[in-house]
């Protein structure tokens, strides 16, 4: 069916809500407001933003949103139905949702049985009318009011008749749509897509909020679509209570790459994806995943010889949509999987023509790769140690200084405070324009004083070193059993005011693994800075 014959899904997104339940993300005021616009900027349809009464942030979010001059989006508040004992017009909740200025509003409600009697503790009826009056005097004050069937999968499949009710209860309240939530994310494709082909006769426009628990957010939200469902709740990057919500980072794409499916999204706004999903990340402080589907680094990043041989003749080989599609890009990865293929690839993409794929420097080249990723070398995060390889075969890398040893010695000094701070003195011994140079240098562990000593030796000739800075340091013991002897990868990362580079050193010495990548962060900054040698 073409995107025209099927009705427009509604892109509902609640990672300022539900997002903000999942365990280690704790979004400011302030960061809401920028995620907020960055969605609205996505073309989203609604934006959660949160549970207005609940805790001041969300009323601080709430008061600052009216100021948001937001192009697409609008603004929901959620909440819960009236609490019972108390008049929709006298309720706390219903005073502070109404009370956020938001036009549309969403409120959940129980659906299953089991919570009315346990968690609210009231009879059945009663909780239809906690439904039915907090959305109908709801409507009466703002445009859009949805309904959040809370529990609906789990509620209908022991009780179908009681949680068909609530969803009546709701519609004739007068909510715009009927929400129905897999709350505990526990709900396999097809039982879902049951349940709801059951529900579809009630008339009224139905919506979809799922959760992660079995994996399955992403695939059972799709799965609504297809069985009737036009409103879809998710999160970016799939944050959310517990194992998260469904992924709409995902959803997105899939419905309309794979399904076809009208959304207010164009294909331009699509390509926004990659940036959001990253944003989101950073302001939640969360890693954004390597292998996250469309969006993260290793979407397409092809690693294994075959694969890249063949995307080089035709991406669609081994890449399922072209990844400018949704802001991302291909990526080819040298390793010990490499071919040649990967190899000119990487040539290429230094700007390096004309390398002949037979030519025996590749092979060496090659041969070298390999042999230093099976002693623990890792290239994937140290793209400058493998470009120094790269210069070197070729024969462009030039000698800019020769290493002829380090020394450094630790020391933890006992105070008559008694406190006993460590310290470090590194001496290291280079011969530079032709000169032995001999210097030594303090910091407050090793590799600080390492770097410093290297630095203060090469300053006179190569002051651009002073720039060097250290911003990432990760080690690894690779898996060689060996206890506290074990060979360890240091993987740092460095950055010189405008670029950022990696690099790797190996040993079973981690000072000297540190030592060997920082010399390489050395080197490559002078390649790259087209430094003469002396
Ligand atoms: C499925 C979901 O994700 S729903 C959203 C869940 N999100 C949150 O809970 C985050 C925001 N929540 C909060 O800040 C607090 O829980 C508040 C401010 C809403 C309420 O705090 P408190 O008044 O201290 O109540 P508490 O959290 O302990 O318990 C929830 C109360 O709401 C009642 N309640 C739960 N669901 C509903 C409902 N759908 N309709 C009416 N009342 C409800 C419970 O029965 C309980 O009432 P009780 O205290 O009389 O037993
Ligand atoms: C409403 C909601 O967040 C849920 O049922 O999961």
Redo the contacts with the bound molecule.
């Keep these: 069916m073409s995107a025209q014959a099927h009705p427009p899904v509604v892109l509902y997104d609640t990672t300022l809500r539900?997002g903000s339940?999942s365990e280690d993300v704790l979004f400011s005021a302030e960061d809401k407001l920028r995620i907020a616009k960055r969605l609205d900027a996505l073309g989203l349809d609604y934006i959660e933003g949160g549970?207005p009464?609940?805790?001041p942030k969300d009323d601080d979010f709430f008061r600052q949103a009216k100021q948001l001059k937001l192009q697409k989006s609008r603004i929901t508040a959620f909440g819960?139905?009236?609490?019972a004992g108390s008049k929709v017009e006298e309720d706390q909740v219903i005073k502070g949702l109404l009370g956020s200025g938001a036009q549309v509003i969403t409120v959940?409600?129980?659906s299953w049985d089991l919570h009315v009697s346990r968690?609210?503790g009231i009879p059945l009826a009663q909780n239809l009318e906690?439904i039915f009056d907090t959305i109908r005097y709801l409507k009466r004050h703002v445009d859009e009011v949805f309904y959040d069937a809370?529990h609906f999968f789990d509620g209908y499949r022991r009780n179908p008749e009681y949680a068909r009710q609530t969803l009546q209860a709701a519609y004739e309240g007068g909510a715009d749509a009927l929400v129905l939530?897999d709350?505990n994310g526990g709900t396999m494709v097809e039982d879902l897509r049951r349940m709801i082909g059951e529900v579809t006769d009630l008339g009224a426009p139905l919506g979809i909020h799922c959760h992660n628990d079995c994996e399955l957010a992403v695939a059972n939200s799709l799965a609504a679509v297809e069985a009737g469902v036009t409103h879809i709740q998710g999160t970016i990057n799939g944050i959310g209570?517990r194992c998260g919500n469904a992924n709409l980072i995902s959803i997105i794409p899939n419905l309309k790459f794979k399904m076809q499916r009208s959304l207010t999204l164009d294909d331009e706004d699509l390509t926004q994806l990659t940036a959001v999903s990253r944003f989101v990340n950073e302001m939640a402080n969360r890693p954004t995943q390597k292998n996250q589907p469309y969006v993260g680094v290793s979407a397409f990043a092809h690693k294994g010889g075959i694969h890249v041989s063949a995307v080089l003749k035709d991406a669609s080989t081994y890449e399922h949509i072209s990844p400018d599609l949704v802001g991302n890009q291909q990526r080819v990865l040298v390793s010990e999987q490499a071919g040649r293929s990967n190899l000119i690839y990487k040539l290429e993409e230094l700007g390096i023509e004309g390398v002949d794929a037979k030519d025996p420097r590749l092979t060496e080249l090659l041969l070298d790769v390999k042999e230093l990723e099976h002693q623990g070398y890792q290239f994937d995060g140290a793209d400058a140690s493998f470009q120094l390889r790269v210069w070197k075969a070729l024969g462009e890398l030039p000698n800019y200084f020769e290493l002829l040893g380090f020394r450094v010695i630790d020391e933890r000094r006992v105070r008559k405070d008694g406190q006993h701070p460590m310290g470090a003195e590194a001496t290291v011994k280079m011969r530079v324009a032709g000169e032995s140079v001999h210097l030594v240098a303090e910091g407050a562990g090793p590799v600080d004083a390492l770097h410093k000593a290297l630095s203060k030796a090469l300053r006179r000739d190569y002051p651009m070193v002073t720039e060097l800075k250290l911003e990432d340091f990760k080690v690894r013991i690779l898996g060689n059993r060996k206890g506290t002897e074990a060979t360890v990868r240091v993987l740092i990362e460095w950055y010189d005011g405008r670029c950022r580079w990696g690099t790797v050193g190996v040993s079973d010495h981690i000072i000297a693994a540190s030592y060997d990548a920082m010399v390489e962060a050395v080197k490559y900054k002078l390649f790259k800075d087209k430094v003469k040698p002396v």
């Design positions: 539900d339940q549970w009464g609940a805790n819960s139905t009236r609490r959940f409600g129980k968690a609210l906690l809370e939530c709350t209570e």
